[in-house]
């Protein structure tokens, strides 16, 4: 940090923040302490596989929770439980609650009402991945190997025209 202008007379002081500040990382850590915390007294529990997700059961309303930094994607058993989870999370924060999530990392979501199915189409992120390989200008196929293709440490680049040719892919 900087002195602010102003008050730089004196040297070269040290600043101590009073709390901390969206952006940092004293900040995302200080967020997800207290995140952790009132989900905690609410009665969820962190998953031991991704600590992102936070689930309970309560009058068997199951409510599951995923958070990216600071956003909260949730789902519950029952509407009742939906309501619940978020009258608690607007105890402790401001919400704005979007309504029925559409899009989330890169994946939309598709509902079928009728048949109660989820569908998660993933072509915003295999596009985004397509352009970080540098491949976006493929042409597209079904699958890109035969089916049945096994794949062993013997398909490795071995001639050093190979390995030049393979040296800035990354897979």
């Not at 009132?38 to 309970?56: L, N």
């Not at 029952?78 to 401001?94: H, I, M, N």
């Not at 597209?140 to 440490?153: A, D, M, Y």
Request: glycine share 8%; with cysteine.
């Amino acid at each position: 940090m900087e002195q602010p202008r102003g008050f730089e007379e004196g040297g070269d002081n040290v600043w101590r923040l009073q709390k901390t500040l969206y952006g940092t990382m004293q900040g995302a850590h200080d967020w997800a302490q207290n995140l952790d915390k009132m989900f905690e007294g609410h009665g969820y529990y962190r998953s031991k596989a991704d600590p992102q997700i936070c689930s309970r059961v309560q009058n068997d309303k199951f409510t599951l929770t995923s958070t990216w930094t600071d956003d909260i994607l949730g789902v519950s058993s029952t509407l009742e439980g939906e309501t619940l989870a978020k009258e608690e999370l607007a105890v402790s924060y401001e919400l704005k609650d979007i309504g029925e999530a559409k899009l989330i990392l890169g994946m939309r979501i598709n509902r079928n009402p009728s048949s109660g199915d989820i569908t998660l189409l993933q072509r915003i992120y295999c596009e985004r991945m397509l352009c970080c390989f540098r491949i976006d200008d493929c042409a597209s196929t079904s699958t890109p190997l035969p089916v049945g293709s096994v794949l062993s440490i013997d398909n490795c680049p071995r001639t050093p025209e190979e390995i030049d040719k393979m040296k800035d892919i990354p897979y």
